[in-house]
């Protein structure tokens, strides 16, 4: 009997090939930078990004999920347990739970990018200047993260596995 269930089970095998680890430094300049950049806006903008800031935080999270979600449901990858929506900085946002293939992380991240800034563009149209700007800040410092983690895993294979911890991202091969 105990030979049956040795053969039935699913072992995964990962080897790490490269750990990107979030420096406490790094992390507090991540945490600084809106701040810097709040300050930067109300001086050279308006006074009012306080406000649109607290308010381009909420929308540019749901713009990202929506975004997200459309690109994992549209390639027919499964999310059910998979992603969740992650309130731990600095993986805020609709993240990978489990380990996940670099290749879909880096296709839903990418989309999130450039789909993401076209629709922050286009509040320009509405909105004042100062909110759009806002938005354009929220959505790059909560991608921030993520794509520092795609730019030192650019040279890697492309079939890896990624798995992310409060602090580090790790890249596995299979």
Not at 14 to 39: E, F, G, Q, S
Not at 58 to 80: D, E, N
Not at 116 to 138: D, E, K, M, Q
């Amino acid at each position: 009997m105990e030979s049956n269930t040795k053969s039935a089970a699913t072992f995964y095998q990962y080897k790490l090939i490269k750990k990107i680890n979030l420096t406490n430094t790094k992390l507090r300049i991540y945490y600084l930078l809106p701040l810097v950049i709040l300050v930067l806006e109300s001086i050279f903008i308006s006074w009012w990004s306080f406000l649109y800031m607290l308010i381009a935080a909420p929308v540019i999270l749901w713009i990202q999920y929506v975004i997200s979600r459309s690109v994992l449901l549209i390639t027919g990858h499964p999310i059910a347990k998979r992603w969740k929506i992650s309130l731990r900085l600095p993986w805020l946002g609709y993240m990978p739970e489990q380990y996940i293939s670099y290749s879909i992380f880096r296709k839903v991240q990418l989309h999130n990018f450039w789909i993401g800034l076209c629709v922050a563009a286009l509040f320009i149209v509405w909105v004042p200047a100062a909110f759009t700007a806002s938005l354009a800040v929220c959505h790059l410092w909560l991608l921030l993260p993520r794509l520092y983690v795609l730019f030192m895993l650019r040279d890697n294979e492309k079939s890896g596995m990624l798995k992310f911890s409060p602090a580090d991202a790790s890249y596995y091969a299979q």
